[in-house]
Structure formats: C-alpha cells, structure tokens
C-alpha cells in the first residue's frame, strides 16, 4: 500500500520521515554506547537505514520528503560548529600551513580516486 | 533568540547570493560563518552563549546525517553496475586523503588540536564534527577544516583531474566526492547529473570509510 502514505498532508509526511530518521539516530547512539563501538552514532544510525532500505524494511518514500528536507539545508546545520573557528583566530599563520596540508590531502587522495577509477569503469554505452 | 535568527537569515542570504552569482565557492556556510563569527567578536559574545542559542539547528544535524543513507540507496543501481571502479576508486582516494591529513601535520609538527582536526576533513562536516568527540579534536575546527576542504577541492580539483586526464564523468564524481564531500559535489553536479551521481557516492563512502579509520586508530 505505496499510495497510503502520499495521502498524508505533506507536512504529516515530513513529521513521519523525521521519527523514522531521528528513531535511526537514537538507535544508532544505543547501539553505539551498550557496545562501546568508537563509532558516532549517526554513522551508525546511517549504516543501519541504508541496510534497512535494502531489505525493504523501510521504504523509501517514507521518509523521502524529511530526509531530501535535511540534506537539502545540510549546510546550514553546522553552521552553529563552524562559527566556533572564531575561537582558533588565534592560530594566526598556522591556518596557511593547515589549508597547505588540505590541498595535498585534496591533489593526492583525488588523483589517486580519479586515475584508479578510470582504469576501472566498465563503458556500457553512457547510462543517462 | 536572535543569535538563532541571525544564524538562519545568514544562511538564507548566502544561499540567495549563490543563485544569483552561480558559483559553488560563493558558499552559504562559509558566508553564514563569517557574517555570524565576526558579529559574535563585535559584540564580544562568548561562543557558548551562541552556542546555546543555536541548540535547535544544531539538533538536527545527527538526524541528517543519517539521511545521508538516502541517496547512497537511490544510486544503488549505478553502484552495484560500476562498483569495481566507485568503490575501489572511491575508497583509495579517501584512504590517501586522510593519510596525508594524518601524516603531513605530524611531519610539520602542527599542535596536536591541529593534527587531530585535520585528520577527519576527507569526511563531510556533519561527520567531522561528530567525530571530533572521538579523536578529542577541537569540534569546531574539524568541522571548518573539512568546509575548507571542501571548498578548496571545488576550486582545484576539477582542472587538477582534467591536468591528470581523467575525463570520464564516473571518475571525476568519485574523486571530488572522495575527498571534496559536499561542496566538491555541488561542483560535480555542475558537470553532469552522471558526475553528481558518482560524487553522492564518493562523499557517503568516504563518511563510512573515515570513521572506520578514526575507529581503528582509537
């Protein structure tokens, strides 16, 4: 029964896939602290939605409004953290030397990424 | 109150200049950031109080890092054809990415906040920050760091990959999304829907794949 759920106000439907998403969090972060798995438990959270999906445990159009809704202001959500860089201002000349190790993190890791999967994608005509 | 809605109309307002102007580099958080951060030192703020205003955005952040989970399972399709070239392409990338950003600032002998900061800025910045409470960084320079990243990536990448000849969409979407996460995929989408689809990949793989290594180095 797909179809029950695009009955719902479209609000109604974010406030489902919201439970469902924040259910997945605190599942994740139980998990995470009665194992004592040095994982965050949104990572977790995450890995058991996308397992969860795969079995068709949840479907997809449950929470397809709430999660396209987060992912879609994801840039906004911490910004609260970033604005805490006004705290390492301090740090002076030492943020050229830290934006140099990001750039040869960046050159090295998607060159490698780059070349390796190039060698390796199988040409099947250009999938649209 | 107000910190909150300074926060948002930032936000909305460099989402407003982005459209306008088109580019990736003009980027919302970067512009939120630095309006937000430099009122806070104008009117000399402490961060916690900020902090504590901002709670109800903040609260949303785990949940959205699990929907991360949504688009890796809409392209499962583009993934399960091409996997040899995603996954293995995808995660050597990120692996040497946060190799360098491990190694490169113990080399230098950057302060140990730095070190463990840098070394999570391959993962997207919802994650950082998560992670930063695992390898003890500062939580609000992991996750600036891997905004930079981000940033930086979008900017340079893209004519490094074509200097290198990788021209095929799949490859170049692995590797800006391997290291360059979400603003390295607002870069590839600019590319093509393929590039954009591979990049999605590369960033959520990469989230997976930094916390494994944060894991086993802890």
């Known amino acids: ?21 924040v259910g997945f969090t605190a599942l ?21 939605l996308w397992a969860a999906l795969s079995l068709r445990w949840v479907r997809l159009h449950w929470i397809e409004p709430a999660a396209d809704g987060l992912l879609g202001i994801l840039g906004l959500l911490f ?8 705290q390492f201002l301090g740090a002076g000349a030492e943020w050229g030397l830290w934006l140099l190790v990001l ?16 060698r390796l994608v199988r040409e099947e005509g250009g999938p649209r | 109150m107000i910190w909150l809605a300074l926060t948002l109309l930032a936000f909305a307002l460099g989402v407003v200049l982005q459209l306008r102007f088109r580019s990736p580099l003009l980027n919302p958080t970067l512009l939120a950031t630095v309006l937000v951060g430099g009122l806070l030192l104008l009117t000399q703020t402490p961060y916690e109080t900020y902090m504590q205003a901002t709670q109800p955005v903040s609260a949303f952040l785990a949940p959205a890092v699990v929907a991360l989970a949504v688009p890796l399972y809409r392209l499962r399709a583009l993934l399960a054809r091409q996997w040899r070239a995603l996954l293995l392409g995808g995660v050597a990338g990120t692996l040497v990415g946060v190799g360098v950003d491990t190694g490169l600032p113990r080399v230098l002998g950057l302060s140990l906040d730095a070190q463990r900061a840098l070394s999570t800025a391959p993962a997207t910045s919802p994650v950082a920050l998560q992670l930063a409470h ?37 490859a170049r979407g692995i590797a800006l999304g391997a290291v360059a996460h979400g603003i390295g995929t607002a870069r590839a989408r600019e590319e093509g829907n393929l590039t954009g689809a591979a990049s999605s990949i590369g960033m959520g793989l990469a989230a997976l794949l930094v916390t494994l290594v944060v894991a086993v180095r802890s």
């Open chain 1, 1 to 21: 029964m797909p179809s029950q759920t695009a009955a719902l106000p479209p609000p109604v439907r974010v406030v489902l896939g919201l439970g469902i998403l």
């Open chain 1, 28 to 48: 994740g972060e139980m998990l995470v602290r009665l194992l004592h798995w040095p994982f965050p438990g949104s990572v977790v959270g995450m890995a058991l």
């Open chain 1, 79 to 86: 910004v609260p953290a970033t604005v805490g860089a006004v």
């Open chain 1, 103 to 118: 750039l040869a993190g960046l050159l090295l890791g998607a060159g490698v990424a780059g070349l390796l999967a190039a």
């Open chain 2, 134 to 170: 695992i390898t003890q960084a500062p939580a609000a320079l992991a996750a600036t760091l891997a905004v930079l990243s981000g940033l930086l990536g979008a900017l340079v990448l893209p004519a490094f990959l074509t200097l290198l000849g990788v021209r095929h969409p799949l």
